[in-house]
């Protein structure tokens, strides 16, 4: 049973972005201190769930939550620095979820290292925006598939085709949910942290201003060499000046 207390805590903190027939409800901001390099910064995290249903209230949102099992679906969120809403310039990054570097350190890619990369230079510059894209996992394959295509590549195959070999498209992800988000969260132009350039135009395309580019490259070693490669040469990733360390 929701209790009153809880459901007047929640309201103000529960927005929704209407998309078509669909409806997108973004939860935050919530105070979320990280360990950055030996650092404790403090972000403002948010996070949004894509629903087919428009509820109006909070309390029948939070109902229908209960009756899912949200552990088993995956949530995308969105950490925020600064004052990114009226900030003039502000780098944002659509970063794709990636089990194995993010988490467990993995050195077949540089997923980790861009991740705690961009959000440290978001804080150096002062304002941005760090999207976390949860359903992005293998360039939108998920995780189970993308475990097959790891044998795949163990057997010499590339990124790129060991995707195509499992039945999928080389590139299987979508923005637009999360274009929608950082449309509500900020109308200014901004500067993407990004080598792939279908990150650009899918936000250019989706009316954003975007007059400028942030390369990210680095942790280059034997382990990802031919990885980054292929992102350059099959993918038509952006090589930036500084892609070996």
Not at 50 to 64: A, F, G, N, P, Q
Not at 146 to 165: F, H, P, R, W
């Amino acid at each position: 049973m929701i209790t009153a207390n809880a459901i007047d805590m929640l309201k103000d903190k529960i927005n929704m972005i209407q998309k078509e027939d669909k409806v997108i409800y973004l939860v935050g901001p919530v105070k979320l201190p990280v360990n950055l390099y030996g650092e404790t910064v403090t972000f403002q995290w948010y996070c949004w769930l894509l629903c087919k249903e428009v509820m109006d209230s909070t309390e029948k949102i939070i109902e229908k939550l209960s009756s899912v099992n949200l552990a088993e679906m995956q949530q995308s969120s969105v950490l925020v620095y600064g004052d990114f809403k009226n900030a003039d310039d502000a780098l944002v990054r659509m970063h794709s979820i990636c089990h194995t570097g993010d988490i467990f350190g993995s050195k077949r890619c540089d997923c980790g290292y861009q991740l705690k990369e961009s959000m440290k230079m978001i804080v150096d510059h002062g304002t941005g925006a760090l999207f976390y894209l949860a359903n992005h996992e293998g360039r939108g394959i998920g995780l189970f598939s993308k475990s097959l295509a790891y044998i795949l590549q163990e057997n010499g195959l590339d990124t790129v085709d060991a995707n195509l070999s499992l039945g999928f498209k080389h590139d299987s992800r979508n923005y637009d949910d999360a274009i929608e988000v950082l449309k509500y969260l900020r109308s200014k132009p901004i500067t993407l942290i990004t080598n792939n350039p279908r990150k650009l135009d899918a936000l250019k395309k989706a009316g954003f201003d975007v007059p400028d580019r942030e390369s990210l490259w680095g942790d280059v070693s034997e382990y990802n060499e031919r990885y980054l490669e292929t992102k350059i040469k099959r993918s038509g990733h952006f090589e930036g000046e500084h892609r070996h360390e």
